[in-house]
């Protein structure tokens, strides 16, 4: 849910998060992956100018879940959605920008891993993590330790 945050909101819960675990404890996040998203993006600019397809920024907008094609209905509901918009995307990382996040919240040593690949207990680990969010470049998962 990091992704659901500003930037700098992501450091302050990452920092709370830092506090109340044990010395030594591990913090993994699982987040879409930037990087993939955009790399999906060159790629479909190139096959749609050739094919006349829905420009690759129609995608890439959907992929980074950033924003949508309408504003939201002139509500009570649409209101709070447009004030709250907890549902969008507010800051997108790639591995080095999830990782320097972790180093600016006070962890250290933070690393890539793969689905299920971790220091973590693996049958803790299985009860908790989708596979699919990682991947074939549907995520990115970089663990650091307090």
Not at 97 to 108: H, M
Not at 128 to 144: F, K, T
């Amino acid at each position: 849910m990091i992704e659901h945050l500003f930037r700098e909101e992501a450091v302050v819960l990452l920092r709370e998060v830092r506090r109340v675990l044990a010395p030594g404890g591990i913090c993994r996040v699982v987040i879409p992956d930037l990087q993939s998203m955009v790399r999906s993006y060159a790629e479909r600019v190139r096959s749609s100018s050739a094919h006349g397809d829905e420009p690759g920024s129609e995608r890439l907008m959907e992929m980074l879940g950033m924003s949508s094609r309408s504003t939201p209905p002139r509500s009570v509901l649409g209101f709070y959605r447009r004030v709250t918009d907890f549902e969008r995307h507010k800051w997108m990382y790639d591995e080095a920008g999830l990782s320097a996040l972790l180093r600016e919240s006070g962890f250290t040593g933070p690393r890539a891993c793969g689905s299920l690949q971790s220091d973590i207990p693996s049958d803790v680990l299985a009860a908790v993590e989708n596979p699919d969010r990682i991947e074939g470049g549907a995520g990115i998962c970089v663990e650091a330790r307090k």
